[in-house]
């Protein structure tokens, strides 16, 4: 039974993962961080009580800022198979927290690669490194591939470019079998709250069920090419079964715009939303009641943005023969969908006198 660890195992990519090397036949470890409240809602679902009999599914307290500790775990379970997961992945946080997403995004992964050298098992631990577009920022060519030069727009990118070379210059050195995934935006109905996608589909299904008045948002012309994470998870998993390492784009080849997202999530839970206006004081509006359902707050501006971003997956197709099966119009309407469900859920406290706080920027 071959043995993966997972770090980030509690975030939205972690999960799917999981569940699908656990499908796999997989013994699947996760390292999680200690948190004064539970963060393991989107693994709770495959948990198995480490009493029972044949349990494949084991978490480990960890850090990615804490190099001892992930020699340590590395030590105790030999992993055939790393999946570095873990990251500050916002953006926009990034950039009020710059020093902690350099140590966890870049560092983070330097650790991990000289754990598997520190302790000898570069010819048996195979590691998977999520790269991302955000490492392109400022367009240097359209569509971004495998050779596409880096650019990066915030400490975030800034960190990731360094894990990416890294992750290569230690295949090169070591000869570890070490890969980048370079993925563009891939969200989910377990997509975190407060990336644009969800942040969106969360507030249509409020506002549908009155639950929130209105929903403020930042730039809306980017341009991203929006995936779904089950489609994507796959694809790390078959880039650490080839016969040699590589680092592949992984995206559908579309973009859409930030405001094209919010028309089609609103529609799906049958609004007909209009603009007006430009600029800060551009409005949304329901074409039935002209009432204003999206404003702009130009607190959600960044101070470098990338603008757009539209992936070439030809080598991952040509090469591990993969194709995206969920289509964006179908990413949105499962995500409004499943936010009208949640919704629903905390209408119903709301109804029965428990208030459900949320924070949600
Ligand atoms: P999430 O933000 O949902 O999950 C991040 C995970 O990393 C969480 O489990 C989080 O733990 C954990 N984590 C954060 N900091 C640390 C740390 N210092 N030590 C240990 N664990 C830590 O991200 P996604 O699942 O969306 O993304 C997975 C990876 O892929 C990330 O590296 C991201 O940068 C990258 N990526 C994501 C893309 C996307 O569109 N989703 C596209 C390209 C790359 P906790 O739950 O406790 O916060
Ligand atoms: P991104 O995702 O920065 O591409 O990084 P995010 O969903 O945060 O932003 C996408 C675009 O939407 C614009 N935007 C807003 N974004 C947020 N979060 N909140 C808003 O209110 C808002 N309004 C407009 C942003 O400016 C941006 O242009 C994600 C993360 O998952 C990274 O970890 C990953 O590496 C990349 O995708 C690929």
Redesign the pocket.
């Known amino acids: 039974m071959k043995k993966a660890l997972i770090t980030g195992i509690t975030g939205q990519d972690g999960a799917y993962l999981a569940e699908f090397l656990l499908e796999k036949n997989y013994e699947v470890h996760g390292i999680k961080r200690r948190a004064s409240s539970f963060n393991t809602a989107r693994v709770d679902h495959i948990y198995q009580d480490a009493h029972e009999e044949g349990v494949r599914f084991f978490m480990h307290y960890g850090d990615l800022t804490d190099a001892t500790n992930l020699i340590r775990i590395i030590q105790e379970i030999q992993p055939d198979e790393i999946y570095n997961l873990a990251?500050q992945?916002?953006?926009?946080v990034s950039f009020e927290t710059p020093e902690y997403t350099a140590n966890t995004d870049a560092l983070g992964t330097l650790r991990l690669l000289e754990a598997i050298r520190i302790l000898g098992l570069e010819k048996k631990t195979r590691i998977y490194q999520?790269s991302?577009?955000?490492m392109y920022g400022k367009v240097q060519e359209i569509p971004q591939t495998e050779t596409t030069p880096f650019y990066p727009r915030?400490p975030?990118?800034a960190a990731?470019v360094y894990a990416y070379w890294i992750t290569v210059n230690y295949r090169e050195a070591y000869n570890i079998y070490a890969c980048n995934g370079i993925?563009?935006?891939?969200?989910s109905p377990i997509r975190?709250e407060?990336?644009?996608?969800?942040?969106i589909t969360r507030a249509v299904a409020r506002i549908k069920l009155g639950l929130q008045d209105k929903l403020?948002?930042?730039?809306?012309d980017?341009k991203?090419d929006w995936g779904f994470a089950g489609d994507y998870v796959r694809l790390m998993w078959m880039m650490l079964q080839q016969d040699t390492p590589d680092d592949y784009v992984i995206a559908t080849g579309e973009t859409h715009a930030?405001r094209e997202f919010v028309e089609k999530a609103f529609t799906a839970a049958g609004f007909d939303i209009g603009w007006a206006g430009e600029g800060v004081n551009e409005v949304g509006r329901d074409a039935a009641t002209g009432r204003v359902l999206v404003r702009i707050?130009p607190r959600?501006?960044?101070p470098t943005?990338?603008?757009f971003?539209l992936g070439d997956p030809s080598k991952a197709r040509e090469k591990l023969g993969w194709e995206p099966r969920v289509s964006f119009d179908e990413l949105v309407r499962m995500m409004v969908a499943a936010d009208l469900e949640e919704a629903k859920k905390d209408a119903l406290c709301e109804k029965s006198g428990f208030r459900i706080y949320h924070n949600f920027?």
Request: no cysteine; proline share 0%; aromatic share 14%.
């Open positions: 990251a992945s916002h953006v926009k999520a991302t577009s955000e915030s975030y990118g990731k993925l563009f935006n891939h969200e975190g407060t990336f644009v996608t969800r942040k403020y948002l930042g730039n809306l980017a991203r930030v707050d959600y501006f960044r943005e990338v603008d971003l920027e």
